[in-house]
């Protein structure tokens, strides 16, 4: 209540006395509009419209390649912008119609393997982009539609587990595809890897230069995005996107209130599907490959994650989400960019959970403390224990308080692991000081574990990361970043 | 004697070996107020059910303005002219206010997702009607919803505003039918008293047909042209105010036989 006195001596005492209503009405719209000196800031912002942020961010994506000649990052850009083109299909299907939808990554692969048959060797078809794209999407939008005439019925985790059914289908045929009835469709597990870059009146859309990706399927893809960016948020703000919205609310209202709620099911489906097939289409012809296993949970669940992140439901929410999540992925494949992020993590997150509190300086310094004395005594009993060092940078600062053996022996990766799992949860089961003390030791045990364990094999790493990243995020902001604020509905 | 509206016809539903509603019959005439009393569980709210197609007669038929409503997807009965409030709130609440009226006008709009994704002129006059329309549907609601900004997501509207906004949404489907589930519950005697007037105002203002569930015996007393009782799925009582009120099976029901409550 403190903090909105200042509000409320705006009205004067001797006005009308404030109704219920009112007051709720009053105090929602205070809410809406934040005070302090960056509010007129806020304000002048919030009134920008859509279409020049859109613009800005589509003409700071393209200068990407101006500010870097590395084909290396140059090809995450692009791998992110797919993912923005994803998230917002899985949008579709997740945010508005409220459809978990666990299949939805088998959709891109249909659209690359789709692409891959109408422009390749493997049958000897070679369809011009402006045909090949457009029948892509066309076949997503049908997948769609009949993976959502047997699901229209199902909701929840019903509906979860059919679309995971179909996600699974998918991989056996594209798996064992090579021999349908004595053809050879899809390649098999080696899949198909004469796939033709887009082309279109006799000139080729190259994927490399000179050795290096070529930036022009970077605008591709960008021009996609912005594309289909504009038409969803078209579609979000028509009848058809309020009846999506409506049935994610509450479908039993929205059928009585005349939507027809399975028509409108399959729709969403098909929509989805034919984003992420147009998204498989141009991923295929860059690729000049197509492979089965690209196509199956790990992109699922990385799809999910930014979804999810970004606050499902919210256009820019996810676009955010793929922003953070797909080079966020790229950085931790690199150890030491992987420790600066960590460590990174670690202190936001202390500062976090202790704000400006005496705890936080305790906590660090008995850390520090912990981690001094640690290495001491472990140096004593042998050099090789902390003369494991080897890269430059952070490392070998951090190496001065963390143990760093030469020689891993086989039983510490697992014991500390588990260790430091076992820790963190008791963590969780004790309060106040005994807390307090806990800690310290915990997070030196994490750090020993990232540092020695967990940067020699980057790619569980990664997707724990992930998961790490969705428990903070369901307890910080348990509606994404940019997700409006959400009420279940009881 | 007026045109009839809506004809339930020895409508029956059984939930396994529970007869729900039992050979049911109600008339509602145009432009009439018909209460609908009984006690919990008397299958007053499975009677919407059934009109509003959520649930399918066992036995009988609905009709309405002469067409038959029985088998038809509850979409398709709002299209017909039915729409519904819900005892227990049933608001898009993370939509705006005004976004949950004019999801309600879905079906007397056209614009298809082509032309929606590509604005076309027609799609946009259309949003314009639809907006316009929404409006109109809250301003109904005077000064009650006015003080809202109606770009709030609706869950910060209050329980009684709530009850309002489900009102005009159920009207933004153009209905000639309403049915009222339980329009005043939880509400104080003030917000009750407005409850019963707006549902006249409704009546002579919007030109509906309204068939209303309701436990508030004043406001059933001021607003009904006539009353049914129910019990156990079976219309005990039918006539005005005055007459179900005082009716001996009525009384049973509500409070028991004379036996029951000396023993």
């Known amino acids: ?490 | 004697m007026a045109e009839k509206r809506l004809e339930i016809k020895g409508v029956s539903l059984n939930f396994g070996g529970l007869a729900v509603v039992a050979d049911l019959d109600i008339d509602v005439n145009e432009g009439e107020i018909v209460s609908v009393i009984g006690p919990n569980g008397a299958g007053k709210t499975t009677l919407f059910n059934l009109i509003t197609g959520i649930y399918r007669p066992d036995a009988g038929d609905i009709v309405l303005d002469g067409k038959s409503l029985v088998g038809l997807q509850p979409h398709q009965i709002s299209q017909r002219g039915v729409s519904r409030t819900f005892q227990t709130l049933r608001l898009f609440l993370n939509m705006s206010v005004i976004e949950n009226v004019m999801a309600a006008a879905y079906g007397n709009t056209h614009a298809g997702v082509l032309r929606s994704m590509l604005r076309t002129p027609g799609m946009r006059r259309e949003e314009r009607e639809i907006r316009e329309f929404a409006s109109q549907r809250l301003a109904f609601f005077g000064e009650r919803l006015m003080g809202y900004r109606w770009d709030q997501p609706a869950y910060s509207l209050s329980y009684a505003n709530r009850r309002r906004l489900e009102i005009a949404r159920a009207t933004a489907t153009k209905p000639t039918l309403l049915l009222l589930d339980e329009p005043a519950a939880g509400m104080n005697p003030v917000e009750t008293h407005e409850i019963a007037e707006l549902i006249g105002r409704l009546r002579d203002e919007g030109g509906y047909t309204i068939l209303v569930i309701e436990h508030d015996m004043h406001v059933v007393e001021g607003i009904s042209d006539r009353v049914v009782a129910l019990d156990h799925g079976v219309k005990i009582a039918e006539g005005t105010f005055d007459e179900v009120a005082t009716n001996s099976r009525v009384i049973e029901a509500y409070l028991g036989t004379k036996a029951a409550a000396t023993k």
Request: net charge positive; proline share 5%.
């Open chain 1, 1 to 490: 209540m403190t903090d909105s006195t200042p509000h409320s001596s705006e009205t004067p005492a001797s006005g009308p006395a404030v109704g219920q209503d009112e007051w709720v009405a009053r105090h929602a719209e205070r809410r809406l509009i934040r005070g302090g000196p960056l509010a007129p800031m806020e304000e002048r912002l919030r009134a920008v419209p859509w279409w020049v942020w859109l613009t800005l961010f589509v003409g700071v994506m393209c200068l990407l390649p101006a500010v870097t000649a590395s084909g290396y990052v140059r090809r995450v850009g692009f791998d992110t912008v797919l993912y923005m083109m994803l998230a917002l299909g899985l949008n579709v299907v997740v945010g508005w119609g409220g459809l978990l939808d666990l299949g939805y990554v088998a959709f891109y692969g249909l659209g690359a393997y789709s692409y891959a048959l109408l422009d390749s060797d493997q049958f000897h078809v070679h369809l011009p982009a402006y045909v090949a794209i457009p029948v892509v999407v066309v076949i997503g939008a049908i997948a769609g539609f009949l993976l959502g005439l047997p699901s229209r019925r199902l909701h929840g985790d019903y509906l979860a587990i059919v679309t995971l059914f179909f996600l699974q289908l998918f991989q056996t045929i594209a798996t064992n595809g090579d021999s349908i009835f004595g053809h050879n469709v899809t390649g098999g597990a080696f899949g198909i890897f004469t796939v033709k870059p887009l082309h279109a009146f006799g000139h080729n859309l190259v994927v490399q230069h000179q050795g290096v990706f070529a930036v022009s399927y970077y605008f591709v893809a960008l021009g996609f995005f912005a594309l289909i960016y504009v038409a969803l948020r078209f579609v979000n703000l028509s009848r058809t996107g309020r009846a999506w919205r409506s049935l994610r609310e509450d479908p039993l209202a929205a059928e009585a209130m005349g939507m027809p709620v399975n028509a409108l099911k399959l729709m969403s489906f098909a929509f989805g599907a034919a984003i992420a097939a147009l998204t498989g289409t141009i991923f295929a012809s860059l690729s000049a490959s197509v492979l089965p296993l690209t196509f199956y949970f790990v992109l699922l669940i990385t799809i999910y994650t930014m979804v999810i992140l970004g606050g499902s439901g919210s256009m820019r929410g996810v676009v955010l989400g793929a922003l953070v999540i797909g080079p966020l992925l790229e950085l931790l494949r690199d150890p030491n960019k992987s420790r600066i992020i960590f460590y990174v993590a670690l202190i936001g997150g202390l500062v976090f959970a202790f704000r400006r509190s005496r705890r936080l300086g305790i906590v660090v310094a008995a850390t520090l403390a912990f981690g001094f004395a640690c290495r001491a005594i472990a140096g004593a009993l042998h050099h090789s224990w902390i003369a494991g060092s080897a890269d430059g940078g952070l490392q070998h600062v951090v190496s001065y308080w963390l143990i760093i053996p030469k020689h891993l022996a086989g039983w510490i990766p697992p014991v500390s692991y588990v260790g430091v799992i076992c820790v963190a949860l008791v963590l969780t089961l004790v309060h106040g000081r005994l807390r307090l003390v806990l800690l310290p030791p915990t997070l030196y045990l994490a750090a020993f574990v990232w540092d020695n364990v967990m940067l020699t094999q980057p790619d569980p790493a990664r997707y724990i990361v992930l998961g790490l990243i969705l428990i903070a995020l369901m307890i910080i902001r348990p509606n994404g970043l940019l997700g409006e604020r959400r009420v279940e509905i009881v």
